[in-house]
């Protein structure tokens, strides 16, 4: 569905056109029928590589191609959809206007350009009275539905969501993740950015994290989250010291707590407390979340 | 066919925005009052009232049509893009030149209801003070028509690329250069003919007089008021050249346009 490789863009602005490389050869792949997260700080280059996909930005060098086709030719939109980050639309217009404007610019007419505006409405629960209002009484979150709406008015085989939550309350957020797996349960190959997170990892077959322009990690959340190795908590009934605590052990602020940095770190410890008779109360394991994964290569870049 | 489609979904909406727009409103009234206020006009002076009346509403139109070519033009698509509505726009199945035809047609159009509106009430004013309502005023308010057509493909150029202050200064300067150009040429010629300018200058003047008449858009063909006011026939064919005149000029204005506007990043 997208296969970028090697993407290269930079800006050029001020009357000097100063350069600034946004993006340093990003690279990824999203299969059909995957719900695919983008991640990233501001300004690492999400929106950036979305424009390109979307045919807004021109770029200097890589491949590029959406739906099998280059994002430079008009026919990579026929199957695509796609909601910008804080959607601005025709304030002059009502939503349904609004609606039926990008429906006919994306085929559809009579009955047939109806009955999709009410199905997409239902499927963000944006069907109500709001919706025949003009937009400039609209708010974020309303904004946002009905900019998600229009991208799917014409049953697009790929949607490529630019914060899709964002602006919106817990609410609004639980409606659009909804819509989402309801749209890729469709067949829907979703391509997403978000800060969200924790949605992130709840909703996304695959992620890629973008730092500074690069794609830092990519993978499922369970083979990122893995490849950066799983901590032992561990409790004991009875205190070490400190200087008995085997390699790879550390105190975790307490003198019966113990967080072991790795697989041999925790049998080391397993095997210092069956030697010296001391009963291990509890021991569970942490993986990194994405958030300290993406905290952690932040400051890698920043450094 | 999907393209011509596009391009009326885009023109009609276009049209729906020029007309909630309130400039355009401020526009068309003060034309209205002004051509109203031909009447007082013809009244004062000390010319034929009805030809006061008839040209002084003829130039109310061509001004008036200026107007929403240049500052209702440079915003359209200006407005797009400040307001990042041409994001989601352009992520549709549409090219940018169907974007930037659409806008064109959709101005036209707004241009082409404002000089209707404007010719009936002229011909009703003409009838109702009895100035002689012959329809060969048409042809000058076509010929308005097709000049304010190579102004609106002006002004939509200079805003596929400038900013909105900038775009109305190069519409401006084209607008006044095309109806300069002829008369520039003429003076440097007869300058050059009297001797009041030596050699080498006079030959540069002339010839940069000659580029400027060649390159601008010979605006000041499509000011035929005198003529029809007073009654004079037009040369033959004269509408039809002219009008294959504007549509050239259109149809490369647009081109370059639409080449500039694909070219653009949209942040």
């Known amino acids: 569905m997208i296969e970028i490789e090697n993407l290269q863009k930079t800006y050029r602005s001020g009357f000097l056109m100063k350069s600034k490389l946004a993006l340093k050869g990003v690279s990824f792949h999203v299969e059909a029928g995957q719900v695919y997260g983008f991640i990233g700080p501001n300004g690492a280059g999400k929106s950036t590589t979305i424009k390109v996909l979307t045919g807004l930005l021109n770029y200097e060098s890589g491949k590029v191609l959406v739906n099998g086709v280059s994002p430079r030719d008009v026919k990579s939109r ?43 409405l239902a499927l963000l629960h944006a069907d109500k009275d709001w919706i025949d209002r003009r937009l400039r009484s609209y708010s974020k979150g309303m904004m946002q539905r009905v900019g998600i709406a229009q991208s799917i008015l014409g049953k697009p085989k790929l949607l490529i969501l630019d914060e899709p939550m964002s602006g919106l309350d817990p609410m609004g957020r639980r409606d659009v993740r909804e819509a989402i797996q309801q749209l890729n349960k469709d067949g829907v190959t ?5 800060h969200l997170l924790s949605d992130v990892e709840s909703i996304s077959h695959k992620v890629a994290m973008i730092v500074d322009g690069k794609i830092v990690r990519e993978g499922t959340v369970d083979e990122i989250t893995e490849s950066c ?75 | 066919m999907q393209t011509l489609k ?54 109310v139109m061509s001004l008036s049509g200026l107007l929403i070519s240049i500052f209702v033009g440079i915003s359209l698509v200006q407005k797009e893009i400040q307001r990042r509505t041409v994001l989601t726009l352009l992520s549709k199945p549409i090219s940018r030149a169907s974007f930037i035809v659409g806008k064109y047609f959709g101005l036209l159009a707004v241009v082409a209801v404002h000089l209707a509106i404007l010719t009936i009430i002229y011909y009703l004013m003409l009838a109702v003070t009895g100035a002689d309502p012959t329809l060969s005023l048409l042809t000058a308010i076509y010929l308005i028509f097709c000049e304010m057509a190579v102004v609106i493909a002006v002004a939509l150029l200079f805003s596929s690329f400038s900013s909105t202050v900038l775009s109305a200064l190069f519409t401006l300067g084209v607008y006044f250069a095309g109806h300069l150009s002829n008369q520039l040429l003429e003076q440097v010629r007869f300058a050059s003919r009297m001797g009041e300018m030596g050699g080498t200058s006079s030959a540069l003047f002339e010839k940069a ?28 064919m004269y509408l039809f050249w002219n009008s294959v005149y504007a549509l050239g000029y259109v149809g490369v204005f647009l081109a370059i346009a639409s080449w500039w506007f694909s070219r653009r990043d949209f942040l």
């Open chain 1, 78 to 120: 026929t199957f695509l959809g796609y909601s910008p980050e804080q959607p601005y639309f025709y304030d002059y217009l009502t939503g349904r206007e609004l609606l039926q404007f990008y429906g006919k610019l994306v085929g559809l007419s009579g009955a047939e350009l109806n009955s999709r505006i009410d199905w997409a």
């Open chain 1, 190 to 194: 979703i391509f997403y950015s978000s």
């Open chain 1, 229 to 303: 190795g799983v901590e032992y908590h561990v409790r004991t009934r009875k205190a070490i010291l400190a200087a008995d605590l085997p390699e790879g052990v550390s105190l975790a602020g307490h003198p019966q707590e113990f967080v072991c940095a790795d697989d041999a770190a925790r049998d080391r410890l397993l095997g210092f407390c069956l030697a010296n008779g001391i009963a291990v109360e509890r021991m569970d394991h942490k993986r990194p979340s994405l958030e300290d994964i993406l905290t952690e290569e932040i400051a890698r870049a920043d450094a």
């Open chain 2, 6 to 59: 596009h391009i009326g979904i885009i023109a009609l909406n276009t049209f729906r925005e020029s007309i909630r727009d309130k400039i355009l409103y401020n526009i068309v009234f003060l034309a209205i009052a002004l051509t109203l206020f031909s009447i007082v006009l013809g009244e004062w002076s000390v010319f034929d009232r009805a030809y006061v009346i008839k040209s002084t509403t003829l130039s």
């Open chain 2, 209 to 236: 007089a000659v580029v400027i008449h060649a390159v601008f858009p010979g605006l000041y063909r499509y000011n035929v008021t005198s003529y029809v006011v007073h009654g004079v026939a037009l040369p033959d």
